[in-house]
Structures are given as C-alpha cells and as structure tokens.
C-alpha cells in the first residue's frame, strides 16, 4: 500500500503580512463586536423614564464576556508577532546611535550616487555629439553621392530631376 503524496506546504508569508492580517482581523472583530453590543443590548432608562419596548432576553454580560476572550486571543497574537519583529529589544541609546549610522550611510550612497550622475550625464553629452558628429557624416556623404550621381546623369537625372 502507497501513501499518498503530501500536499505541498502553503506559501511562507512574511513576519509583517502576518502582522498586518491579525490587526485586521483584531480590527474586524473589534468593529463587529461594537456593532453586536449597540444592536442587541436591551435600552437602558435616561432619568429614571419608564421604557417604551420591554428588555429582550439578551445576556449582555455573557456576550461581553465571550467578545473579550476572542479579543484578547487576538490582541495575544498580534503581540506574539511584534515580539517576533527584529531589532525591537535594543534600548533606546542604541537605537538612536543605529538611527543616526544609517543617516550617515545613507548620506555617503547619496553622494556617491549623485557622482555617479554627473559622470554619467557627462558620457551622455559625449555619446549625443558622436551621434551628432556620425549623423552629419552621414548626411554629407549622400548629399555627395547625391550630386555625383546627378552629375553623371544617373537615375535622379533620367527621372526629369
């Protein structure tokens, strides 16, 4: 007897997507869960008023309850996840001297790369006016096969040019 083949694994998704899907889904549930309480609580007497509709046998308290649990499952997974995130036990010295290195580092790939614009800007100028040169060359050079040609009386001359 064969196993059958194990179905392959489901894609890996990153530490962030997973964290922006549980704060959706605590978003979600938090919406929903307001939602619920404002629709279904029994109404409530403003200065001691007698009320219109009789209460619906609703347990407000038990619904509470339970929306609280799934919520703060939720609000545990999603801090599962930011404790997963890098670089979130640093103090706060070291992080502003970090913050401060990639400033400085991002600082030096600027001017390297605004070098790296002027000389290439500057090849460009010089490969426009090769062009430019080649061009005007090329052009010179019908233009005198042009008229030799004329001058012989070839083609251009028997078509009545």
Known sequence: MTTPPTPPAPPVVDL???LQEALGRLN??????IGALQRDAPPQALKQEPLVAPAKAYD???QAEL???DLLAGL???EALIQQLPGGGGNEPEEV???VELLQQNARAAEELQAELGAAGAKLAQLQDAHGVLA???LAQR???AAAEAASGGPAAANGG
Do not use: G, H, I, W
């Open 136 to 138: 005007e060359a090329a």
């Open 67 to 69: 929306m609280s649990k």
């Open 97 to 99: 001297a970090q913050a």
């Open 28 to 33: 979600a549930m938090l919406f929903n869960y």
């Open 60 to 62: 407000v308290q038990a």
């Open 76 to 78: 545990r997974d999603v």
């Open 143 to 145: 233009a005198a096969a």
């Open 16 to 18: 962030v997507t997973s």
